[in-house]
């Protein structure tokens, strides 16, 4: 079903991976708790099946549907969504080079640069929508450009079909997208000539804040074996329970990002028009410099938001008003969350890695849920009379 074209994402999400139970005719895919699987004699498991660390049919699933979600040939979930990162690097080998994007989620320098450095990998970063920029970065070492796109926080766009161009003019350099802030609901990097896709899968795959997980979507088979072996070697993979807990949500997948870009378009227009606010990031709006490159790789704008508040008070007395909108870190959720990258999802980068990607102690991110507009509307705004 995945792959016959006449199927649309929306049944896809309800549909593919997510067949009913062949034993039993279970609608829902149960959750297969074993760590191990009886075999039939020496080298003979049932269907494949040896030990839950290299595979499992509720993974199985959800590997399934990511892969179909994404247009790729096949799909490996990990643990967590930096996790999904870390075998992306664990694919490299010493002496590698990494091209990163200079603004994206602050985890993904931290373990770039104090973790996988150590292993004799080296980073460069740059402002990848900027595509003369990433054709200056690659070296004869380059492996990999891994690119966010809208970055988080800032919402820059990078040309996903020009980067990957410029990346195979090369021999041997992969694009890998970090595509968490969009879901597969709104873009597809793999159909623009991506090689990779990466997920948190904690985001809006899940979609209800209750399971962690990450995924790399592949386009080509070595990649996806090397992925399987991974898993199985190192041994980060996703748990049954957290399987389910995203098949559960990728059901629902269409319709939640249907509400959640209408209401992130509605909180965005809001926003650009208070007077209190410096800045407004949101790809939707016509005053972002590259709001027409979002619309034609976009399908829509989503719900990620950001506002410069001026300073590290306003943004103190902004945060302590709200009511509906709840601090915390994460996003993707039906509830809206708001953070402070400065002090929670980039607090990693130190005060000179943030004014090099652009972070101000002003800046706060927010993930529009899919409350009624009106009532975050007015929560935004008696928050902001504060400052």
Do not use: W
Not at 37 to 65: C, F, H, I, M
Not at 137 to 142: C, P
Not at 279 to 286: A, D, I, R, S, T
């Amino acid at each position: 079903m995945a792959k016959n074209p006449s199927v649309r994402f929306a049944t896809a999400a309800v549909h593919a991976g997510q067949e009913p139970e062949p034993l039993t005719g279970a609608v829902s895919m149960p959750i297969f708790a074993t760590s191990t699987y009886v075999q039939d004699g020496l080298g003979k498991p049932r269907q494949g099946y040896e030990y839950a660390r290299v595979s499992n049919p509720t993974r199985d699933r959800l590997e399934t549907s990511l892969a179909a979600l994404e247009g790729g040939i096949a799909a490996r979930v990990f643990s967590s969504g930096m996790a999904a990162i870390h075998a992306v690097c664990q694919m490299l080998r010493a002496g590698d080079h990494v091209v990163c994007g200079h603004n994206v989620y602050g985890g993904t320098p931290r373990l770039f640069n104090q973790v996988m450095s150590t292993f004799g990998l080296e980073f460069s970063y740059i402002d990848t929508s900027d595509p003369a920029a990433v054709h200056r970065a690659i070296r004869g070492n380059t492996r990999l450009v891994f690119v966010e796109t809208p970055t988080n926080p800032l919402m820059q766009i990078t040309d996903i079909a020009q980067t990957a161009e410029i990346c195979h003019r090369r021999r041997n350099v992969d694009l890998v997208v970090d595509n968490t802030f969009m879901s597969p609901c709104l873009q597809q990097p793999l159909r623009h000539g991506a090689d990779m896709v990466v997920h948190s899968t904690t985001k809006f795959l899940n979609g209800h804040s209750d399971g962690l997980g990450g995924a790399v979507v592949c386009s080509r088979r070595d990649q996806a074996e090397r992925l399987a072996f991974l898993q199985k070697a190192a041994g980060a993979i996703l748990s049954p329970f957290e399987c389910f807990l995203i098949l559960r949500g990728i059901r629902t997948l269409a319709v939640r990002i249907r509400q959640h870009d209408e209401n992130g378009r509605a909180v965005a227009a809001f926003l650009a028009s208070h007077r209190k606010l410096k800045q407004v990031f949101y790809p939707g709006l016509l005053t972002h410099p590259q709001h027409e490159l979002a619309g034609r790789q976009m399908s829509g704008f989503g719900s990620m938001i950001a506002i410069e508040t001026g300073s590290l008070s306003n943004a103190r007395r902004f945060l302590r008003r709200l009511k509906l909108c709840l601090l915390a870190e994460s996003l993707g959720g039906v509830e809206t969350l708001v953070s402070h990258p400065a002090t929670m999802t980039h607090a990693a980068l130190g005060p000179e890695g943030r004014r090099a990607a652009g972070i101000t102690d002003g800046l706060v991110r927010l993930s529009i849920g899919i409350e009624d507009a009106q009532d975050l509307i007015a929560d935004l705004d008696q928050a902001l009379s504060a400052m």
